[in-house]
């Protein structure tokens, strides 16, 4: 007898506790981007060689040039407000789901 595969029913992803591991993973994944991208921003930075004299991307001609160090600081927040607009949304979807 062939098994039933696919969605259909109360599956594993309706579990809370999946839920909660999967938030948790997703907090861990976050916390490991919020470590390693400064260092390769830092890299980045370091890396690139300087513009010729005249060039619009010179750092000495052109102070408002963004810096990627800077750039991840500005992103960062973002990051942290669509985690936190996730957790919220899978609380809500849980709770309406609950008496079901």
Do not use: H
Not at 6 to 27: C, D, F, L, Y
Not at 64 to 72: E, G, I, K, S, V
């Amino acid at each position: 007898m062939a098994r039933k595969r696919g969605g259909g029913g109360r599956g594993k992803s309706e579990n809370p506790m999946n839920m909660m591991i999967m938030i948790a993973i997703g907090v861990l994944v976050l916390i490991a981007v919020f470590m390693f991208i400064p260092y390769v921003a830092s890299t980045i930075e370091g890396s690139t060689p300087d513009a010729p004299s005249g060039s619009d991307w010179n750092a000495t001609e052109n102070p408002d040039l963004p810096n990627p160090a800077q750039l991840w600081t500005t992103v960062a927040g973002l990051l942290v407000l669509c985690e936190v607009a996730l957790v919220i949304a899978i609380a809500i979807m849980y709770f309406k789901n609950m008496g079901k």
